[in-house]
């Protein structure tokens, strides 16, 4: 059966060591022409999930799967002239795919689309959110709402304006959340000053900034690779530790990257090894920082790595609501006072201020954490680590704090400094809900969580705002939805497109978003088969294996109101890679506009 097959070639690729023919291996079994060996007849979608679940592969890297007619011709391609509409809030993972349509690099694009890929068609091209400055300057380019608008003023910018010499490192799996999002949501035109094969250099065009980042591992799935690039972005903090850099910023992926690839239960020593790799490199790091005077805070974005397993016993590597650590070492002994024990991530800002003895600048409305007397100095050397998917949980089943502790034979460097060891002051900190300015009940993200950091102030989500939108009705007059996106297809008789994730993960989309987009489709009339759906399965911030469910869903709203039909579908891992896979993501981009897939089915 072609769907087996097409599974089995996939399931073999992930196999292969790190290196480059991953990622050959990986297009070339996802970019077949339909032909009677990739096609097979299903009754429904579930169908042509259900092989490469039973395989181990999960949603986020369900291969590229195209609708086709009865002939073995691609249903639902994008075409000159048509519309397209990407229904995702979050910015950072849509970028790829935008760029590729409105042949417009993003902001630290390094490559693009292939001379095997057909070039870019005339489209409409609308986006949810305000994806990147650079695409405003395409007339075919719209975006819906701009709802949090970029932030001014930031942390870094102003402590940068007072000279105050900065060093930021990530590796490249998080290089846009230490940069576009840390910077308020703007793009400030670092240029690069050197470049290697294991990474590079930018610097900020007129502040003392620098950006350090490492690249990240080559490999199918970063589970795969647990250790990511913590130590090599430890050996790089250290040099600027040595070199006495005064702002020190670093994002540590390991918890994150690695949770969010345990699709399985079976991969739980898997994040285990990355909390153990990230335990030893802050065991190298933090000490020497502070021998050589440094103020060191730690804290997460989210939480993930705490709470890998769900209440049915399934693996779970989506973001938690779990608070979050937030520890402070090497205050001077007069400093060292209790800290505030009710904070956000948003009160770390102030906190560097009145650490650096600045007063906070117009707008700011978040407080430090310190209750104590400070003896704030401007060129004060302080670092900030960020473990991206580090929360805090007592419960040890699913625990991957707990079991690395345990294999360890002794407490993390985490837990002695959240007890108080070594002269740590800490709190338990708020990173998801309203306090942190998302709807309640919704766990944080790496991106509005960096956001937060360097804001100073209360900003709200794109999805609260968005939720919003829907609920006092606006959504449904959005010029773009109804004018540029629903009503230039009903005038012009081409083929709307929607895609986005399709989950309750609300990280990246939100079912409430999807339908109340198939209701105004509705509502202004659209013919149900000019709006043609391009599913992409999330695995990430929901277990797995469930799209299926949400299949299920997207299937009744489309028969509630009439409006719509499934064209193809693809996991995240594709089309919304932001490491500069382009192989993944023109893997995606080419089976929606030319109908190329690991697997065709006729329906």
């Known amino acids: 059966m072609a769907a087996d097959t097409a599974a089995k070639n996939l399931k073999d690729v992930w196999s292969l060591p790190e290196g480059p023919e991953v990622e050959d291996a990986l297009y070339k079994v996802t970019t077949h022409k339909p032909s009677a060996e990739t096609t097979v007849a299903l009754s429904n979608w579930k169908e042509a999930l259900a092989p490469f679940h039973k395989a181990g592969i999960d949603d986020q890297f369900m291969p590229p799967i195209v609708h086709v007619d009865a002939q073995g011709n691609p249903i639902g391609t994008v075409k000159e ?18 760029s590729a349509f409105l042949n417009i690099p993003y902001e630290g694009q390094v490559g ?110 970063h589970i795969q690779a ?42 739980f020593d898997g994040v285990v090894e990355a909390i153990l790799e990230l335990d030893k490199q802050l065991g190298r790091l933090v000490p020497a920082a502070v021998a050589k005077g440094y103020t060191v805070l730690i804290t997460a974005d989210h939480g993930n790595a705490e709470e890998m397993i769900n209440k049915k016993g399934q693996a779970n590597p989506a973001h938690t609501v779990n608070k979050v650590p937030l520890i402070i070492l090497g205050l001077a002994d007069d400093e060292r006072k209790p800290i505030n024990q009710s904070p956000t991530i948003s009160d770390i800002a102030p906190t560097m201020l009145q650490l650096r003895g600045f007063d906070k600048p117009e707008g700011w409305d ?23 998917g580090y929360g805090i949980r007592a419960e040890k089943k699913g625990n991957a704090m707990a079991a ?75 010029p773009v939805l109804v004018g540029d996106c629903v009503q230039y297809a009903k005038q012009h008789g081409v083929t709307l497109h929607a895609m986005g994730i399709l989950s309750d993960g609300k990280v990246h989309s939100s079912l409430e978003h999807v339908e109340a987009f198939l ?16 599913v992409i399965t999330d695995g990430r911030d929901v277990p797995g294996d469930t799209s299926p469910k949400y299949f299920d869903w997207l299937q009744e709203k489309i028969a509630q109101y009439g409006v719509g039909q499934i064209d193809s579908v693809w996991g995240r891992g594709w089309g919304k890679d932001r490491d500069n896979r382009w192989k993944r993501i023109e893997a995606a981009y080419r089976s929606l506009v030319e109908g190329t897939a690991a697997l065709h089915v006729q329906l």
């Open 404 to 478: 690395a502790a345990d294999k360890k034979g002794s407490a993390l460097h985490m837990d002695r400094w959240m007890a108080g060891e070594d002269g740590a002051v800490s709190a338990a900190a708020e990173a998801s809900g309203e306090r942190c300015g998302y709807p309640p009940g919704e766990a944080g993200t790496t991106e509005f969580g960096h956001v937060l950091f360097d804001a100073g102030r209360k900003v709200r989500s794109d999805l609260l705002l968005i939720d919003y939108a829907i609920e006092s009705k606006g959504f449904f007059s959005n």
């Open 366 to 388: 978040t407080d430090s954490v310190l209750t104590g007397p400070v003896n704030g100095k401007a060129d004060r050397k302080i670092m900030r680590l960020v473990l991206d």
């Open 519 to 534: 209701k105004l489709a509705a509502e202004q009339g659209l013919p149900g088969k000019q709006l043609s759906i391009h």
């Open 112 to 221: 693009g689309i292939s001379e095997n890929a057909p070039q870019p068609p005339k489209v409409s091209f609308c986006t949810m959110t305000h994806y990147d400055d650079r695409y405003s300057s395409c007339p075919c380019a719209h975006e819906a709402f701009n709802p949090a608008a970029p932030l001014s003023n930031t942390y870094a910018e102003f402590v940068g304006g007072k000279g105050v010499q900065q060093l930021v490192v990530a590796e490249s799996e998080k290089w846009r959340a230490v940069t576009w999002f840390k910077d308020g949501r703007r793009n400030l035109g670092y240029k690069r000053q050197t470049d290697s094969d294991s990474y590079f250099t930018e610097q900020h065009p007129s502040l003392p900034i620098t950006v350090k980042i490492v690249r990240s591992r080559k490999v199918a799935a």
């Open 81 to 98: 002239g048509d519309v397209v509409f990407y229904w995702d809030f979050r910015t950072d993972r849509a970028k790829p795919l935008t």
């Open 226 to 267: 647990p250790m990511m690039r913590a130590q090599e972005i430890t050996d790089l903090l250290l040099e600027g530790v040595e070199a006495g850099t005064p702002d020190i910023f670093a994002n540590f992926a390991n918890s994150d990257m690695v949770g969010h690839a345990m699709t399985q239960i079976e991969s």
